[in-house]
Antibody, heavy 122, light 107 residues
Framework: QVQLVQSGAEVKKPGASVKVSCKAS????????MHWVRQAPGQGLEWMGI????????SYAQKFHGRVTVTRDTSTATVYMELSSLRSEDTAVYYC???????????????WGQGTLVTVSS | EIVLTQSPGTLSLSPGERATLSCRAS???????LAWYQQKSGQAPRLLIY???SRATGIPDRFSGSGSGTDFTLTISRLEPEDVAVYYC????????FGPGTKVDIK
């Protein structure tokens, strides 16, 4: 069965960076794109970016341009999201979510990771 | 960027009643690339509807989606207690954006 397992909770100081991992299993990793979505406490869902797990190309929401980097390691079927210059407003649960159609860049997300809480506090 | 607006903000209904949730886009969503998600407290979102009207795998048929262009609707035909959740619409026709959500409560 398809599973996306994310790394554990992180506590970071303002100005630092955080790198969250998402390990995929149960399907051919390079066939589906992977999204990153975050959710601040009590707030809605916010799309951050997407990676082509085959070729490695990425696209990011304008809001995060220059601060977010999404990469992948095909040998371990793992996608990473790194967010830099952290501020208190970045405190949120970060989710990876698989694109629902093989080989198609833009789509809905049929499988989600369990979420990783990142807390930014001095 | 396509902005999505959802209404109402909160919907409180009795079990068995019909729930109608609205999602309006600031510009036309190409090819009806509109999805709906259910998020229960403390859980990750769950895909309900994609392509505006196609049910995702394992989703009960009391959930249905409709609409095109800028106006979309999620209908829960007979509300059940386990449907208490926040429901989000998402467009993926031009990058990806989410609506702010509609909270569904049971009276």
């Amino acid at each position: 069965q398809v599973q996306l397992v994310q790394s554990g909770a992180e506590v970071k100081k303002p100005g630092a960076s955080v790198k969250v991992s998402c390990k995929a299993s149960g399907y051919t990793f390079t066939t589906y794109y992977m999204h990153w979505v975050r959710q601040a406490p009590g707030q809605g869902l916010e799309w951050m970016g997407i990676i082509n797990t085959s070729g490695g190309s990425t696209s990011y929401a304008q809001k995060f341009h220059g601060r977010v980097t999404v990469t992948r390691d095909t040998s371990t079927a793992t996608v990473y999201m790194e967010l830099s210059s952290l501020r208190s407003e970045d405190t949120a649960v970060y989710y990876c979510a698989r694109g629902d159609r093989a080989g198609v860049r833009w789509g809905s997300s049929d499988y989600w990771g369990q979420g990783t809480l990142v807390t930014v506090s001095s | 960027e396509i902005v999505l607006t959802q209404s109402p903000g909160t919907l409180s209904l009795s079990p068995g009643e019909r729930a109608t949730l609205s999602c309006r886009a600031s510009q036309s969503v190409s090819s009806s690339y509109l999805a709906w998600y259910q998020q229960k407290s403390g859980q990750a979102p769950r895909l309900l509807i994609y392509g505006a009207s196609s049910r995702a795998t394992g989703i009960p048929d009391r959930f249905s989606g409709s609409g095109s262009g800028t106006d979309f609707t999620l209908t829960i035909s007979r509300l059940e207690p386990e449907d208490v959740a926040v429901y989000y619409c998402q467009q993926y026709g031009s990058s990806v954006t989410f609506g702010p959500g509609t909270k569904v409560d049971i009276k």
